[in-house]
């Protein structure tokens, strides 16, 4: 069936908008921004600025923190993980192994000049990893400061 659109009486004409809306989105699209090329889930991430330091928020229910590795390269931060489980159970004459493998790996890149790398905090609790960025003083957000006219 092929769509027509007419400009007579014999049918209301729908504007292209309602079509580029609805059929223009990404209905469809299956891949999410929290899966890697790899297909492995990524943890989500809430990045807050605040007047004095930036606030990273690492979503990942179920870790340890001597899980995680941070490192500062560069310039860029970056989060990492590797979690391994192993199982194993004798049931009768059966025999089961099994092996689990979790890794993750997130960077950002900071800006120049504006972060005091030397002070870089992080902590993990009830399954958040938790990063404070402070801003060197410079950068930091001051008071507006009221100008007297004379």
Do not use: C
Request: charged share 25%; glycine share 4%; aromatic share 10%.
């Amino acid at each position: 069936m092929n769509l027509i659109k007419r400009n007579g009486n014999h049918l209301p004409v729908l504007p292209s908008l309602f079509f580029d809306d609805v059929f223009g989105r990404d209905l469809f699209n299956w891949e999410n921004n929290n899966f890697s090329t790899t297909s492995t889930t990524l943890p989500s991430v809430n990045i807050k600025e605040t007047a004095d330091n930036y606030e990273v928020e690492v979503a990942a229910p179920g870790m340890n923190k001597d899980d995680f590795k941070i490192t500062l390269d560069n310039g860029q931060l970056i989060i990492s993980s590797v979690k391994q489980n192993e199982v194993n159970s004798r049931e009768e004459n059966f025999t089961r192994r099994e092996f689990s493998y979790q890794s993750f790996q997130r960077s950002f890149v900071l800006p120049k000049n504006v972060v005091d790398e030397e002070k870089i905090s992080a902590r993990y609790e009830n399954g958040l990893l938790l990063l404070s960025i402070p801003k060197m003083e410079q950068a930091k957000q001051k008071a507006p400061r009221m100008i007297d006219i004379s």
